[in-house]
């Protein structure tokens, strides 16, 4: 079945270590993107990219970082450098061509310990 | 800047009750779509609705509808009979009509149907 994967579900960092969160999609999307949802907030947008070997910042890109080497893979990096990671992550994905709406994954929760 | 503002952080009815939920927004473009996504304890965010801002036509499907007012930047959702499944957070959400995607999200309001 087509779809978004994100994996691990949850995921529990030290602090002071990076960590990298999956997510991958064989729906043939151009355009990825990665949001970060806290209790009693909306989603924010972190990074998003709409072609292999480029992206760009999001609301909130500090102490994150990306890649997108390959169309179906858009990890996302948890650095050291951001103050306060402990947050439910949410990857998304949708073709520019055809416009259609955003499928999104089924989150990772990361807590830092 | 764009924004959205959901001002029902929680609502909770009895099981049959029509709810409607509300979505007021900000934007300086003249072209962008308008969105609803429903949160499930799950996590993932099932998609909805899309609306083009050209589009003030009203939309209904099965339980559901949508009315979309662009005088007053609105864009409520409206469940009639409501079911002890329709319990999620529910999302309203603005982008661009151009380019990318970049979702611009409400804060979410937590639906409660008791049974």
């Known amino acids: 079945d087509g779809g978004i994967t994100q994996s691990p579900k949850y995921l529990f960092r030290k602090e002071g270590q990076n960590v990298t969160l999956s997510c991958e999609q064989n729906l043939n999307h151009d355009a990825m993107y990665w949001y970060r949802q806290d209790p009693g907030q909306g989603l924010r947008l972190i990074y998003y990219s709409q072609i292999v070997n480029d992206f760009q910042k999001g609301d909130i890109a500090e102490g994150y970082s990306v890649s997108r080497e390959k169309k179906e893979s858009f990890p996302l990096t948890v650095t050291s450098a951001q103050k306060n990671p402990t947050a439910f992550y949410l990857c998304?994905?949708?073709?520019?061509?055809?416009?259609?709406?955003?499928?999104f994954g089924q989150g990772t929760r990361l807590t830092v310990v | 800047a764009q924004k959205v503002t959901q001002a029902q952080t929680e609502i909770s009815v009895v099981e049959k009750e029509d709810v409607t939920l509300d979505c007021v927004y900000e934007t300086r473009d003249t072209t962008y779509y308008l969105f609803w996504y429903k949160q499930p304890p799950s996590g993932e965010l099932v998609f909805l609705i899309r609306r083009n801002s050209f589009d003030e036509q009203n939309e209904i499907s099965g339980r559901y509808s949508w009315n979309f007012q662009k005088s007053t930047s609105s864009f409520n959702f409206t469940i009639t009979a409501s079911q002890v499944v329709d319990s999620a957070v529910y999302f309203c959400?603005?982008?661009?009509?151009?380019?990318?995607?970049?979702?611009?999200f409400g804060q979410g309001t937590r639906l409660t149907i008791n049974p």
């Open positions: 998304a994905s949708n073709s520019d061509r055809t416009n259609t709406e955003a499928f």
């Open positions: 959400a603005l982008s661009e009509a151009r380019g990318a995607q970049k979702l611009v």
